[in-house]
C-alpha cells in the first residue's frame, strides 16, 4: 500500500472559484506527478516534479499550477474553476534512482465544476 | 508520435479462467513497461513491470511478457477471482526519468 494522500476525495464547486487540490506522500520520493483522467479513459500527466522547487508541465495542457515547496508535498491549484475542468485528478510520486521507476498513486480527487 | 494502446476496450472472464490482456506501443525506444490496475473509486495500483531487456517476467498469478520484435506487451492473470475485476493500463517509459505514457485501459470483468 502506498503512502500517498490525496485530499478532497470529492470536491463539487461553482464556476469561477478558486481550489487547491492537495497531494502529500510519506516516502520521501523527489518526483511526484499530477494526471487527470476522465472515467475509464487514459492518464494523461498535467504537472510534474523533480524535487523541491521543480515544477514541470506535463503532455497535456491545463491551466492549474503546482508547486513543491516541501518534498512531500505536491499541491495543485485551480484559480478559476471551469466546468471544463470536470474530471479525476491522480496524484503520483516516485523514487528517483536506478532500477525503481515505478509511480505510486494516490486514491484521486474527483472534481465536479457547476 | 509516441502512443500506447490496448487491444481490447473491455474483457469478461468466467471466474477461475485465466485472462490475457493485450497492449500494443509505438516506441522502440521504450525501456519500462509497467502494468497498473485500478478499482472503481481508487488510484491504479501498480501490478508488475518489466525492462527492456526481458521477455518475461512473473508474479503472483500474474506474468507480463514483452514481444519487442511486434512491440506488443500482454498481462496474464491465472486463474482469475472476482477481486481481480478493474481497468488495467499499461505504460511504457522511453529513457532513465521519462514520463510515462499511458495506454487505454481493459475493463476486465469476471463473471461467478
Known amino acids: 500500500e502506498a503512502d500517498i494522500y490525496q485530499t478532497p476525495r470529492y470536491l463539487v464547486i461553482g464556476t469561477g472559484k478558486k481550489i487547491t487540490l492537495e497531494c502529500s506522500q510519506t516516502?520521501?520520493?523527489?518526483?511526484m506527478y499530477w494526471y487527470q483522467q476522465d472515467p475509464g479513459m487514459e492518464l494523461h500527466l498535467i504537472h510534474y516534479?523533480?524535487?523541491?522547487?521543480?515544477?514541470e508541465k506535463g503532455d497535456l495542457s491545463s491551466e492549474s499550477t503546482v508547486s513543491r515547496i516541501r518534498t512531500e508535498h505536491f499541491p495543485l491549484t485551480l484559480e478559476s474553476a471551469r466546468p471544463s475542468h470536470t474530471s479525476q485528478y491522480l496524484c503520483?510520486?516516485?523514487?528517483?534512482?536506478?532500477?525503481?521507476?515505478?509511480?505510486?498513486f494516490g486514491p484521486g480527487t474527483r472534481l465536479l465544476v457547476l | 508520435g509516441e502512443s500506447v494502446g490496448l487491444h481490447l476496450p473491455t474483457l469478461s472472464v468466467q471466474e477461475g479462467d485465466n485472462s490475457i490482456i493485450n497492449c500494443a506501443y509505438s516506441?522502440?525506444?521504450?525501456?519500462?513497461f509497467i502494468w497498473y490496475k485500478q478499482e472503481s473509486g481508487k488510484g491504479p495500483q501498480f501490478i508488475i513491470d518489466?525492462?527492456?531487456?526481458?521477455d518475461k517476467r512473473q508474479g503472483q498469478r500474474v506474468t507480463v511478457l514483452l514481444n519487442k520484435t511486434v512491440k506488443h506487451l500482454s498481462l496474464q492473470i491465472a486463474a482469475t477471482q472476482p477481486g481481480d475485476s478493474a481497468v488495467y493500463f499499461c505504460?511504457?517509459?522511453?529513457?532513465?526519468?521519462?514520463?510515462?505514457?499511458f495506454g487505454q485501459g481493459t475493463e476486465l470483468s469476471v463473471k461467478p
Open positions: 505504460a511504457e517509459k522511453a529513457n532513465q526519468g521519462g514520463k510515462l505514457i
Open positions: 518489466i525492462r527492456s531487456n526481458m
Open positions: 516516502m520521501g520520493h523527489d518526483k
Open positions: 516506441n522502440s525506444a521504450s525501456d519500462y
Open positions: 516534479s523533480y524535487g523541491v522547487n521543480s515544477t
Open positions: 503520483a510520486s516516485s523514487e528517483w534512482r536506478q532500477g525503481d521507476e515505478t509511480q505510486y
